[in-house]
């Protein structure tokens, strides 16, 4: 259990670091393009601070409206409430504010930049068609996430994408439709030109790769750490199980932008068949269930 978190930890911290090669990258080449010199670098770096202030005080926010979540109180649902409580208690960490989500589904996910300014909200239908272990399992998940920074993890990496998709789009339309003539040489400016129009068909969809492999990595690592604050692994994997035949329909609010956020796919797993699987944020069901009864 404890090498499977170090593992993922590791993988985890080298696809940020491709990450941010992409966009350095991109920044240089948008430069080059444009006669900015280092300007193109300087430019990526300030729209990345921005969305990235915007995406760590309100992307907690912008995801749980969104999802369509209630905050409870105690006396709203204790059963869940307690639950919460007393996994926080075991882990060490503070209590995230309790959200409930009207819809049929199994499912939950939390969001926040750290543990004092974290949430969970999580489906009626896992409330009601889940057994006390497993529900638990599925909480522990969550507060994995939580404790183990994954929220925030996934926020810069969404932020990431979103950066490449951008700079992507300044190629297309300042340098193919601006009519913006670099002062190189023709030679070069066409090789730069060349570099530009790959990198503007590629580099969304390698950061949308990365985003991917990141989600599923953290998604091993929390069920890792969720059997670990619970000592028992096959709660999770029981209700993984459940998950995996009950969620066959789309959630009602399910959006590809928060999609990474929820324990297990919320586009049901009828979606999820051939391709699809690639471009998947979660990694497959059975695999997680594999892993978790490995674990001793």
């Not at 009207?102 to 909200?121: L, M």
């Not at 529900?135 to 996430?145: D, K, N, P, R, W």
């Amino acid at each position: 259990m404890y090498n499977q978190i170090d593992s993922n930890k590791r993988k985890s911290i080298f696809l940020i670091m491709l990450f941010i090669i992409l966009i350095g990258f991109l920044g240089w080449i948008f430069g080059e393009l444009n006669d900015l010199g280092y300007g193109g670098l300087i430019m990526a770096v300030i729209i990345a601070i921005v969305m990235a202030l915007f995406g760590y005080y309100s992307g907690d926010k912008v995801a749980l409206w969104t999802a369509g979540a209630e905050a409870i109180t105690k006396e709203q649902n204790p059963y869940v409430y307690r639950m919460i409580e007393n996994l926080c208690i075991t882990a060490g960490s503070a209590k995230p504010k309790i959200y409930i989500i009207n819809d049929p589904a199994i499912n939950a996910f939390a969001t926040g930049r750290d543990p004092e300014h974290a949430s969970i909200a999580v489906t009626t239908g896992a409330i009601e068609k889940l057994e006390n272990e497993e529900l638990e399992g599925v909480l522990a998940h969550e507060l994995s996430h939580i404790k183990n920074y994954d929220i925030r993890l996934m926020t810069l990496v969404v932020i990431c994408v979103g950066i490449v998709a951008l700079l992507s789009n300044w190629f297309f339309r300042v340098n193919f439709f601006g009519g913006r003539r670099n002062s190189r040489g023709g030679g070069q400016q066409g090789i730069f030109m060349i570099i530009g129009l790959v990198l503007l068909i590629f580099a969304p969809i390698i950061a949308q790769l990365i985003k991917f492999a990141v989600s599923r990595k953290r998604e091993f690592l929390a069920d890792a750490s969720g059997s670990l604050l619970t000592r028992y692994p096959e709660g999770l994997a029981k209700a993984l199980e459940k998950i995996e035949t009950s969620n066959q329909k789309p959630m009602m609010r399910a959006n590809n932008a928060t999609a990474h956020l929820y324990i297990s796919n919320p586009f049901g797993s009828k979606t999820l068949k051939g391709l699809a699987r690639l471009f998947s944020t979660h990694p497959p069901i059975e695999e997680r269930i594999k892993a978790l009864r490995s674990m001793a």
